[in-house]
């Protein structure tokens, strides 16, 4: 079947809203950021915070709030609003910060629609590229580039030895010592290893076919809950964190490889990041 972007927004009005705040988002987050950025901190000196991050979120919870006042809200700059609809906005308003405050074109906006649990709705944009990308449950993955829409499909990877992975480091500097020893077991196992710098990039990029497997310890729902519906729409087999979780470690891949990378990972250390990270703090 062949869809366009615009009967596909037009039959499902989650996807529309969606499509709207992200394309919205990324477009004040392109054309208004200022030559020089106040910046402040969250959690250490590394993990930079623009006032752009915030605006977009303000951004995207009014389109919301506006449209749907009964909606819950879930973001990554502390937007926490409970609803009585059953729908759930999970939204990170600029994933890839740091590539965004230093000039690197990998960074984007991740918006997810959650009904009654179960993420329905994966909006990504990626403005810098000119892409965004659209998962809808039961029907499918799609990259999105100006009138131009391409069906996604993961890579039919099946040896573990010859995949090209991606990952993400923290922002301590305790973690990213610890994520660089997990590292280091994992390079010998498999072909090579990238690191975007943003999360939603590297899922995109996985549903697109350039990577084979991604894996990252540390992310919350807002950082991939719209990336891993559009891997699995791909095609693609993904565990992402369960709650409470200390490893959280989200892992995907394609999934002729699947089992093996997971095995892998454990047998690496991966999941025991964070804990490792709480007994030296």
């Avoid at 039959?11 to 392109?30: D, N, P, T, V, Y």
Wanted: aromatic residues 6%; negative net charge; proline residues 3%.
């Amino acid at each position: 079947m062949t869809h366009s972007i615009d009967s596909l927004l037009t039959e499902h009005h989650l996807a529309r809203l969606a499509w709207i705040c992200a394309q919205s988002a990324g477009a004040f987050l392109k054309d208004q950021r200022p030559r020089e950025i106040e910046i402040d901190t969250k959690s250490s000196g590394s993990d930079l915070v623009s006032e752009m991050d915030r605006g977009a979120e303000a951004l995207i919870v009014d389109l919301i709030t506006s449209a749907r006042p009964d909606d819950s809200i879930l973001g990554e700059e502390g937007a926490d609003r409970t609803g009585s609809s059953g729908v759930r906005w999970i939204i990170d308003p600029l994933d890839g910060t740091v590539n965004y405050l230093f000039g690197i074109p990998l960074w984007g906006v991740s918006v997810a629609v959650e009904v009654d649990g179960e993420v329905q709705v994966g909006v990504i944009s990626i403005p810098e590229t000119h892409k965004s990308y659209l998962g809808i449950a039961g029907i499918g993955a799609f990259c999105i580039t100006g009138d131009s829409i391409e069906k996604l499909q993961v890579r039919e990877s099946k040896d573990l030895s010859k995949a090209l992975l991606s990952t993400g480091f923290g922002y301590s500097a305790t973690r990213r010592r610890l994520q660089a020893e997990v590292l280091t077991e994992v390079l010998p196992k498999v072909a090579d290893v990238r690191r975007s710098g943003c999360a939603v990039v590297d899922l995109c990029w996985l549903a697109s076919g350039l990577f084979d497997a991604y894996y990252e310890t540390g992310l919350n729902p807002w950082d991939y809950a719209a990336g891993a519906l559009i891997v699995d729409l791909a095609g693609g087999q993904v565990a992402a964190p369960i709650d409470g979780d200390l490893g959280k470690l989200l892992v995907a891949s394609s999934p002729g490889i699947f089992t093996e990378f997971s095995q892998m990972l454990r047998s690496v250390g991966a999941h025991e990041v964070l804990l490792k990270e709480s007994q030296v703090l």
